[in-house]
């Protein structure tokens, strides 16, 4: 009986946490979390930015496939014109080992050099995961028919002048994934009917296409993720050349010359590369170019007017570059945009009107969602259409949130609210602990404090939803931007960070005086338990006003999202993340490291005592109380250090996380701790006994007691209502005496009272 109440307090805290990770788990099953997709033909769900990465991240690879990965505006028609190829009869009986033949085509494995022998009319060759290394000038002569050749993953180093020179009718010529250093005059010669030419994933760091000068057949030019830099890339005229690839390259510039070749080019694509100036009249001589991507460069600036040949543009990618300003005359001549990506761009410098210079846009990428309603408010699809927190009709984006932010709130204001009476209405003896647990849930020379505070956070947040109902994407950026918010931020980081303080204080102070009784500790006074508590408060404070001042005129540190809480584990690196990580990866790492230890030294402590000490008050209770409280503290700041270390690792979080960590993760210490730190206590289970409850409890003993046996007169109802709560059985007229000697493991003053 004596450990039924912190029993039926642990189990119905564990169900709690259980059912709502089960509701969690259900509500996200019928669909994918925002900023994630679904995989084909299967309940995966993959974020945003691992589609189209290169790495196949669906059980099917489905998020790599070519239609998954292209838009559809720019120019991606290559792939579906109609051709005339020529057909050809050829003799497959001679198949070498090692190959598949049919149909004029051969597929081969495993080998050191192009197998030779094969029928004469061979119109296609694959021959892949092998060691050619070098590919011979007369391993191919004898195939002139050969219209598509295959070589991907071949560790090919280096193509003989002349290769390909017998190869008049080859329309394909793949060369991805080898270690092919160079391209060179003289080493694609012969390819009078070349149509694609891919070469990407190698370590080319010059590639000299002369030999294809005046081609009218080249259309499809694939250079990705190579070594090329803006001298080495020589691109002579082309003028049936279509699209050009070259992201992941380490071109620095964009010259004047570098595409004057170029007349038909559509698409052209320099993502990821190093580029930094890109010179005024570098797109003069590409005036039907509809698709333009230069994103994740290093661009500060571009030419005032170095759009104004390319007006034909439909899709536009400049995200990803560490713009410093964006001028509207910039980008005046695109009026036929369609397609638009400003990821990772702040527009809080760009005018609203900008958008209203793109009548035909249809798709809008921001690095906000809050954005679209500001910047293009009349563009259909725009992304993100959530923060992972709100969507572009509520605050709170889903039922189960709304519903919880009430409750948790509420809980957490009333538990604290109550423990502020408690406290207050208490004579207990030990005015230091009471000063401690009133700075955890009540007020102390301030109006609102700690753990309090946290419950009007969540309540604010959830009246600023309903408020917000069905038109949060007219008022979203206002929102973020306001001080309301900030404050509403610095509330919530204040009440995140005296708690830790309080709490490892508490638990040192308790350790050093229960531990090490006989060290020369004393406990600590009144006046003392009070300035320690300003001194906590100064600090907490602080830590949460700090980057409110300091990132007061750039993007905002708590308006990060609609929730104003500064996790940073939906984009990990905003501007403050470091300080974000300071507090949550550092201060609050700390903290549940030393109330870990110190609590498991305290327990070892008592437990040493009661195997030398006639003394029992319920070895189990303690470790059971013991238990919850490490429980909590980790349930709360372990599942937020493990995201946050995630997040800043770049594993994918999704983006929907930070809503549910803050309604249901981050409030546990607050809505818990009243439970442990007051309510199980026995000192509070006794004044319940004597209160109302106590009586209608003694009064239901009685009644039941006397219709089984009589009640010996020498008891008193006191002593009665004691024996029932477990409180002392001592006559009533005997004072009850408290544990005052100390012994090596230092009880002092009370177990129960000074443990809590």
Request: hydrophobic residues 45%; charged residues 15%.
């Amino acid at each position: 009986m004596r450990h039924k109440h912190i029993t039926i307090v642990g189990v119905s805290l564990i169900t709690v946490v259980v059912i709502l990770s089960i509701l969690m788990y259900y509500f996200n099953q019928d669909e994918c979390p925002v900023g994630t997709f679904l995989c084909r033909n299967s309940t995966v769900c993959i974020p945003q930015r691992n589609w189209c990465n290169g790495f196949k991240d669906c059980p099917e690879g489905d998020d790599e496939t070519l239609l998954n990965c292209s838009d559809l505006y720019g120019s991606w028609t290559f792939f579906y014109k109609e051709r005339n190829w020529k057909t050809a009869e050829c003799d497959s009986s001679n198949c070498p080992r090692g190959c598949n033949c049919g149909d004029c085509t051969v597929t081969c494995t495993g080998f050191t050099k192009i197998p030779p022998n094969l029928s004469g009319g061979v119109t296609r060759i694959t021959l892949v995961n092998s060691s050619l290394a070098q590919v011979g000038a007369q391993e191919l002569k004898a195939y002139t028919e050969l219209q598509f050749l295959f070589l991907q993953n071949n560790g090919i180093v280096s193509l003989d002048y002349g290769t390909f020179s017998s190869q008049t009718h080859l329309y394909w010529l793949v060369l991805s994934n080898n270690k092919i250093e160079s391209i060179l005059r003289g080493q694609l010669i012969g390819l009078k009917s070349l149509e694609l030419l891919k070469a990407d994933n190698n370590s080319i760091e010059i590639a000299d296409l002369s030999d294809l000068e005046n081609s009218t057949s080249l259309e499809f030019l694939d250079l990705n993720r190579n070594l090329l830099t803006t001298p080495g890339l020589i691109l002579p005229f082309l003028p049936a050349l279509d699209q050009l690839f070259l992201d992941e390259n380490r071109l620095e510039s964009i010259t004047e010359s570098l595409f004057s070749g170029l007349p038909r080019l559509k698409s052209l694509s320099l993502e990821g590369n190093y580029i930094q100036t890109i010179d005024a009249n570098a797109f003069q001589s590409l005036a039907e170019l509809t698709e333009l991507n230069l994103a994740h460069n290093q661009l500060v600036t571009i030419p005032p007017h170095v759009f104004r040949p390319v007006g034909n543009l439909t899709k536009l990618l400049i995200g990803y570059n560490p713009f410093e300003n964006l001028p509207i005359s910039l980008f005046s001549p695109l009026g036929n945009l369609q397609s638009l990506d400003l990821q990772e761009i702040d527009m809080d410098n760009v005018g609203e009107n900008m958008f209203d210079l793109f009548p035909k846009l249809d798709f809008v990428y921001f690095k906000k969602f809050h954005y679209c309603t500001t910047y293009a408010p009349k563009v259909q699809k725009c992304r993100p259409a959530s923060d992972g927190v709100s969507s572009l009709s509520h605050l709170l984006g889903k039922p189960l949130l709304r519903a919880a932010v009430w409750g948790i709130s509420s809980v957490t204001f009333l538990g604290n609210a109550l423990v502020l009476w408690g406290r207050f209405t208490s004579k207990d003896e030990n005015r230091v602990l009471s000063i401690v647990i009133r700075n955890l849930a009540g007020e102390f020379s301030f109006p609102t404090l700690s753990d309090m505070l946290m419950g009007i956070y969540l309540f604010v947040i959830a009246v600023e939803d309903i408020r917000f109902r069905d038109n949060y994407n007219q008022v979203a950026s206002t929102w973020m931007s306001s001080w309301s918010c900030t404050v509403v931020g610095i509330l919530a980081m204040t009440s995140s960070e005296v708690s830790v303080l309080i709490l490892s204080f508490m638990s040192v102070e308790r350790f050093m005086l229960i531990a090490a009784p006989l060290k020369g500790h004393r406990a600590l006074t009144p006046h003392a338990a009070s300035s320690s508590m300003i001194v906590i408060w100064i600090i907490g404070i602080i830590l949460a006003l700090t980057p409110a001042i300091h990132w007061r005129s750039s993007t905002r540190f708590y308006g990060v999202n609609g929730m104003c809480f500064p996790l940073h584990i939906d984009d990990p690196y905003l501007v403050g993340w470091q300080y974000s990580a300071f507090i949550f990866l550092g201060l609050n790492l700390l903290g549940l490291i030393i109330i870990g230890y110190v609590y498991a030294g305290m327990f070892a402590s008592i437990w040493r005592t009661r195997h030398a000490t006639p003394l029992s008050v319920g070895d189990s209770e303690f470790a059971l109380r013991f238990f919850l409280i490490v429980m909590t503290d980790a349930a709360c700041w372990a599942p937020i250090i493990t995201l946050k270390i995630l997040a800043l690792l770049n594993y994918p979080v999704a983006p929907d996380l930070h809503a549910w960590v803050v309604v249901f993760i981050l409030p546990v210490n607050s809505a818990v701790n009243p439970l442990l730190y007051t309510f199980t206590t026995p000192k509070f289970r006794e004044r319940l006994s004597e209160g109302w409850f106590g009586k209608m409890r003694s009064y239901v003993a009685r009644k039941h007691s006397a219709q089984e046996t009589p009640i010996s007169s020498s008891l008193s109802n006191r002593n009665i209502v004691l024996s029932l709560s477990g409180g002392s059985k001592c006559p009533a007229d005997k004072k009850i005496t408290r544990v005052k000697s100390l012994n090596n493991d230092g009880l002092v003053n009370g177990l129960h009272d000074h443990i809590l």
